[in-house]
């Protein structure tokens, strides 16, 4: 994204580079990193017998979405416990909830929408169906459970293995429940240091990343993670979804520059985070990153974000 880098820091000034993998592009239901969580998660879940997956998150969820593309995949059915919004109960659907209409998931809305509200919510809807005579299978939000972390300790053999001993130095990513953070973090450990973009899915992330990473990297027989995450906090706003100033320039620089569509729920604020860490120098000009694209772009569609977009009627 020499585009993007050089627009960082202006002209004349040396830029550092700036690369992007590409998970939005991992297919399913228009892609995200999910994809790579789900296939370890389902395999668990086929294994245990169950006929029917249960998972949960917010409106515009990429999880959700790709659960119920999985279970589709598979010959399962998919129940999603929702965290309220007007977009789930009084509104025509748009985004990623559109989506989760058309994959035919059974949605319901919680009366809490906190992150332990969901969790909880997956839990007793689980419950419910398991005292209905199902077989269901509880997915936490985002994946993020051992098994789904350990697909990015794979994920990060996958990136070094295409770097090809090129030097890297930071790996940028959107932290929402931390699973992906803390799989990259147990499959590099040290170096690149990898700064998770807190988007204010997870009130816990400190403590959780570096627990998630450690059980990972036990599972596979891998050498202990840093015991501490680099995590950024000051990219959410007035917390999940909410759309700042900071994202709207990342999404449309993203877009103007490169070509690379981001969403405002997710990716917009991970570039965010690493455009302010290039400006203030915390990022240097010698230095090479890694901006893990974990996709989101139907996100961008929903109607909440058109007119902050500036969305009108062409020609007015």
């Known amino acids: 994204m020499d585009r993007l880098a050089s627009a960082l820091v202006g002209r004349g000034r040396t830029a550092p580079r700036l690369l992007v993998k590409r998970d939005d592009c991992t297919g399913l239901a228009l892609g995200g990193n999910k994809a790579r969580k789900l296939e370890p998660v389902c395999e668990e879940a086929l294994a245990s017998g169950c006929d029917v997956l249960v998972t949960g998150g917010g409106a515009q969820s990429n999880h959700a979405r790709m659960t119920a593309a999985a279970a589709n995949r598979l010959g399962l059915e998919c129940h999603i416990a929702l965290a309220p919004s007007p977009g789930a109960a009084h509104e025509l659907a748009s985004g990623n909830l559109l989506l989760d209409h058309v994959l035919g998931a059974n949605l319901h809305v919680l009366e809490q929408g906190e992150y332990y509200d969901i969790e909880a919510g997956i839990e007793a809807l689980a419950a419910e169906l398991a005292a209905a005579g199902r077989r269901p299978f509880a997915i936490p939000v985002g994946g993020a459970s051992v098994t789904g972390v350990t697909a990015y300790v794979a994920a990060a053999d996958e ?82 979804g909410a759309v700042t100033d900071a994202t709207v320039e990342a999404v449309q620089l993203a877009a103007r520059l490169e070509g690379l569509v981001l969403d405002p729920v997710y990716t917009g604020k991970a570039m965010a985070g690493l455009i302010t860490a290039v400006r203030e120098g915390r990022i240097g000009p010698d230095e090479t990153v890694v901006f893990w694209h974990t996709g989101g772009a139907p996100a961008l569609f929903a109607h909440r974000y058109a007119a902050t977009f500036g969305a009108s009627t062409p020609g007015s």
């Open 159 to 240: 990136l070094l293995s295409q770097l090809d001993g090129e030097p890297v130095d930071w790996i940028v990513v959107a932290d929402g429940s931390g699973g992906t953070h803390a799989g990259l973090l147990a499959g590099l450990g040290e170096r690149p240091r990898v700064l998770g973009i807190d988007v204010g899915t997870r009130p816990d992330l400190d403590e959780v990343v570096p627990r998630l990473a450690a059980a990972a990297a036990a599972r596979l027989g891998r050498d202990a993670p840093p015991t501490q995450a680099a995590v950024d906090h000051d990219h959410f706003g007035r917390g999940y």
